[in-house]
Nanobody, 120 residues
Framework: QVQLVESGGGSVQAGGSLTLSCAASGSAFRDYNMAWYRQAPGLERELVASIASGGRTDFVDSVKGRFTISRDDAKGILYLQMNSLKPEDTAVYYC??????????????WGQGTQVTVSS
């Protein structure tokens, strides 16, 4: 069982920066593929950035060059550094963890979400 707790959300003006953190409890954090999702009002939840257990990262096109995802396996923390924020980045941001056990069972966990509001 893994519990994910996000922090670092808030309100900023366009062009500002925020860093989100996701603290994971439980063991084997380094074995999980991690990601940040977001959901704006009236829209579906979308994948923003991911980082595999081996460190490979990927980003949705709309945040490339502005957001950075990283992880500290020793501390069990996932980060999302967000720069040059835009009003369209306004959403609830969710931490996500996934791990496949022996190629047959997939463990998935979500955090409770943290609000990011960007004003123009």
């Amino acid at each position: 069982q893994v519990q994910l707790v996000e922090s670092g959300g808030g309100s900023v003006q366009a062009g500002g920066s925020l860093t989100l953190s996701c603290a994971a409890s439980g063991s084997a954090f380094r074995d999980y593929n991690m990601a940040w999702y977001r959901q704006a009002p009236g829209l579906e939840r979308e994948l923003v950035a991911s980082i595999a257990s081996g460190g490979r990262t990927d980003f949705v096109d709309s945040v490339k060059g502005r957001f950075t995802i990283s992880r500290d396996d020793a501390k069990g923390i996932l980060y999302l550094q967000m720069n040059s924020l835009k009003p369209e980045d306004t959403a609830v941001y969710y931490c996500y963890a996934e791990r496949t056990i022996r190629a047959e069972r997939v463990l998935r966990y979500w955090g409770q979400g943290t609000q990011v509001t960007v004003s123009s």
